[in-house]
């Protein structure tokens, strides 16, 4: 008897624990504590920078630090490292754990109010409704040029994104409010890591016959999305591959409300719209910028499709959504997604896919772009580019064979 209750004891007490290691959030699993790690993946060791001038110099001389807020241990608030012990090859975070990227901090972000990621100890008043996530975030403060600051008041996470050769991105939780800013590369901010192995698409890559790849077809998994089209040129040996990706990107506008007028995306290139949308906005809020910082398994390049391109699509969405269901943590293609197709000054082309329902496409744009109306699952409209709507992101690859 009394091993039996030990042995459920163990059982119980190791559940729990590793139940304060990690939590999932949505579609990701999040460790619940600040990274407080003195060596790399490798077992190098991570240089401490206590001084000011320690800090400055890693800085200048692009090297990765960290240090304890005020130089005092404080295991419960974790260690602040500089940009450059986030992007060093020999890897900042442990085995199966990632830096988080955009769309990580995204999906968090969009689900969850700053109550519900605040620590109930954030402030000296407890505060009983707060941590329903249990993302248990505390205001650890940071490093800000060598000196400290804002401890008590906000919590900041580096991101796996550089903007420029200067700053990177990180997410921050405090001051009445959630979102993202650049920083420099130099200060100090925590590191909350995010589980790597959501997706893995190793597991359905395809396989060809006698290793060739001109026989790449429609649904299969290829790199890192489902194939939805693809061409060949027999006379230049070269197949061009186009992919749609495993999940959503998330809900974002298109741009700010006080955008007047757009006037230079008209392509019916999804990428080249992509990026001239990204010039006019690179915060959080937008759809481009989220599009081309998301990342999966790795693979970047990502952008969101004209309404051209959702046409050819809407040839083999079933096929497509087939595919996905048969995906652990795959999203399957269902609701209101944006295109970057411009429909006017102040509007953009949207479109709707059901999961039972057959819509007619209603609008004139995209009657005469496609054949078979009224055989579609797909709805095609148009939307303020101040709402909010999914993201689906699509890229392609051309392959010698």
Not at 53 to 81: F, H, I, M, S, T
Not at 220 to 233: L, M, N, Q
């Amino acid at each position: 008897m009394w091993l039996l209750f030990s042995i459920a004891f163990l059982f119980y007490f190791t559940f729990n624990l590793s139940g304060q290691d990690e939590v999932k959030i949505g579609k990701y699993t999040w460790m619940t504590k600040n990274l407080d790690v003195d060596k790399f993946r490798n077992g190098d060791k991570i240089p401490e920078a206590k001084t000011k001038q320690e800090w400055l110099k890693a800085a200048k001389d692009r090297k990765p630090a960290w240090c304890y807020y005020n130089n005092k241990v404080d295991k419960a608030n974790g260690k602040l490292y500089n940009y450059y012990a986030v992007i060093d090859k020999r890897g900042l975070a442990p085995e199966g754990w990632s830096i988080p990227n955009v769309e990580h901090a995204g999906s968090l972000l969009d689900s969850n109010k700053i109550w519900q990621l605040q620590s109930s100890n954030w402030s000296s008043k407890p505060c009983t409704y707060c941590n329903s996530s249990t993302f248990s975030a505390l205001p650890s403060g940071m490093r800000w040029y060598g000196d400290f600051a804002y401890k008590g008041e906000g919590s900041l996470w580096w991101l796996n994104y550089a903007v420029d050769d200067t700053s990177a991105l990180q997410f921050y939780v405090g001051w009445g409010k959630t979102g993202l800013k650049n920083y420099q590369k130099a200060t100090g901010l925590s590191i909350r890591c995010v589980k790597s192995n959501n997706i893995n698409t190793t597991l359905y890559q395809t396989q060809s016959k006698e290793g060739s790849l001109s026989d790449i077809k429609i649904g299969d998994i290829f790199e890192d999305g489902v194939v939805f089209h693809t061409e060949k040129d027999l006379k230049e040996k070269i197949v061009d591959v186009f992919v749609v990706s495993l999940t959503d990107v998330g809900k974002a506008i298109m741009l700010p409300r006080y955008y007047d007028t757009i006037k230079t995306i008209s392509s019916s290139l999804g990428e080249k719209n992509t990026k001239q949308l990204s010039k006019y906005d690179s915060t959080f809020s937008s759809a481009a910028f989220r599009a081309l910082s998301f990342e999966n398994n790795g693979g970047t390049g990502w952008y969101i499709p004209s309404v051209e391109e959702i046409l050819i699509m809407d040839r083999n969405l079933e096929i497509i959504n087939q595919k996905l269901r048969s995906i652990p943590n795959a999203d399957e293609m269902i609701g209101d997604y944006w295109t970057s197709s411009l429909n006017d000054e102040k509007s953009f082309f949207e479109y709707e896919i059901s999961k039972t329902k057959v819509y007619g496409r209603y609008d004139n744009y995209s009657h005469e772009l496609s054949n078979g109306f009224y055989t579609s699952k797909i709805d095609y409209s148009y939307g303020n580019y101040d709402s909010s709507r999914k993201i689906r992101v699509i890229k392609g690859y051309s392959i010698w064979f």
